[in-house]
Nanobody, 120 residues
């Protein structure tokens, strides 16, 4: 079994920063892309940032220049550094990863989510 566990959410004032972590554990052979999604109340889940196994990132336009995604392959962990946070960044943030437990067979896994609230 594979698990993704997020941490690092919380309450922060506008303009502040938070760093989210997503640790994968269990029977892992290889991890391809890792990503962060978010879902605000009453809205659809949206992609925030994704990073390939080689470390190439892509971002939603709404977070470019403010958020940075990274990963530590030795620790099977992805990070999301969020700076200059705005109230509209308030959402539950979910980690997502494409993981194989044996060669050639990949599945998509999701974490349980971590709440980020930006408010004064």
């Amino acid at each position: 079994q594979v698990q993704l566990v997020e941490s690092g959410g919380g309450l922060v004032q506008p303009g502040g920063s938070l760093r989210l972590s997503c640790a994968a554990s269990g029977s892992i052979f290889r991890i391809n892309a890792m990503a962060w999604y978010r879902q605000a109340p009453g809205k659809q889940r949206e992609l925030v940032a994704v990073i390939t196994s080689g470390g190439s990132p892509n971002y939603a336009d709404s977070v470019k220049g403010r958020f940075t995604i990274s990963r530590d392959n030795a620790k099977n962990t992805a990070y999301l550094q969020m700076n200059s946070l705005k109230p509209e960044d308030t959402a539950v943030y979910y980690c997502n990863a494409e993981i194989s437990s044996q060669p050639g067979i990949f599945q998509i896994y999701w974490g349980q989510g971590t709440q980020v609230t930006v408010s004064s």
